[in-house]
């Protein structure tokens, strides 16, 4: 699973991410990010012994307009799931205020 978090117009000073593994058989859960979607850089993994954590970015990420965050599982086979990536960041400027629409 590949994914981009960005917000129009911002850069990314500092990042951290934080995911937890609930239904595990088997496996490492390898999570790594990327400034361009190219080159990865590991920021964790996750297994039976260590189910969740939150860790910083690599600096080498920094500064970016878009942080790719990649999870796969490391090695040929396993069996697990994924329960909750979160993503907090600090941005270099300042957002203007706008409105926000809930779609049901």
């Known amino acids: 699973m590949k994914s981009v978090i960005s917000v129009s117009g911002s850069t990314w000073n500092t990042t951290a991410s934080c995911a937890a ?3 595990y058989t088997s ?6 990010a990327s400034r361009d979607g190219k080159s990865w850089l590991r920021v964790a993994a996750l ?4 189910r969740a954590g ?4 690599p ?3 920094f500064p970016a307009k878009e942080i790719f965050v990649r999870l796969s599982l490391a090695g040929p086979s396993g069996r697990l799931q994924v329960n909750a990536l979160d993503y907090e960041a ?6 203007p205020d706008g409105e926000t629409r809930l779609m049901k």
């Open 47 to 50: 297994d039976d012994g260590r």
């Open 90 to 95: 600090a941005l270099a400027e300042r957002i």
């Open 54 to 57: 939150t860790t910083a970015l």
């Open 21 to 23: 593994i609930d239904d």
């Open 59 to 61: 600096d080498a990420v």
């Open 27 to 32: 496996g490492v859960l390898r999570i790594e």
